[in-house]
């Protein structure tokens, strides 16, 4: 397909997908990311995580929320094998734990909380394939971290980014700690800038 196929010229700032979230108000508003939002933040994992045809990323969020669309096209942009979740697969800590190992994934994003659930349900040294592990949508504690651990020793990214960012801003690598604290959520991505604001929107100072 071309240009002279559709009914304008396609361009980077048109819109690539929509999707829905509550954020701050709890009423569902309808989120508009451009293609050239979405091939930055693709592009940015690419380099920095770096996936190959040896790898196995396991597509498991609803396509409701913009995790999916990671999971989605990065192994196929970078020659991945894609391993497709069931229905309602991401809604069972069983059959997580169980797919990550049957099918060897060794890349997977998960909510800090689901995660703990999966953990609940491993025993240690399971997990011999994955090597990327990515948490996002809450906190991430240390102790969750600590539990890890015990079971696998695949390199944890911290990510954190809204809906309207086009799905992470900003990113940190985690690196073994005994203490409990909150994992940070590191520093920007790449063509993104972050603000640390007081409760009055105005620029706190460097450290605060």
């Known amino acids: 397909m071309t240009d ?22 709890g009423r569902p508003k309808g989120v508009a990311v451009e293609h050239r939002s979405v ?33 989605l096209l990065l192994p196929l942009q970078a020659g991945a094998r894609l391993v497709v ?30 995660l703990e659930a ?15 592990l990515f948490t996002g949508g809450e906190a991430l504690s240390g102790l969750t971290m ?7 020793s695949a390199q944890v990214h911290n990510l954190y980014g809204p809906t309207e960012a086009t799905i992470q801003a900003t990113s940190f690598t985690y690196l073994d700690s005994s ?12 063509n993104t800038r972050v603000f640390v604001l007081d409760g009055r929107l105005r620029p706190v100072p460097v450290g605060v």
């Open 85 to 114: 979740a069931e229905p309602d697969g991401h809604r069972d800590p069983e059959y997580l734990a169980r797919v990550i190992d049957e099918q060897q994934v060794t890349a997977v994003q998960f909510v800090p909380s689901v």
């Open 146 to 152: 600590s539990r890890l651990r015990q079971t696998c």
């Open 179 to 190: 203490d409990g604290r909150m994992v940070p959520i590191g520093s920007p991505v790449r």
């Open 4 to 25: 002279s196929d559709r009914r304008a010229v396609l361009r980077p700032e048109n819109t690539a997908y929509v999707i829905y979230t509550s954020g701050s108000t």
């Open 39 to 71: 091939v930055n933040q693709l592009l940015w994992m690419q380099e920095r995580f770096v996936l190959g045809a040896d790898d196995v990323v396991l597509l498991k969020t609803p396509f409701t929320f913009d995790a999916s669309v990671w999971e």
């Open 118 to 132: 999966v953990l609940d349900r491993l025993k240690p040294g399971r997990w011999t394939s994955l090597r990327a």
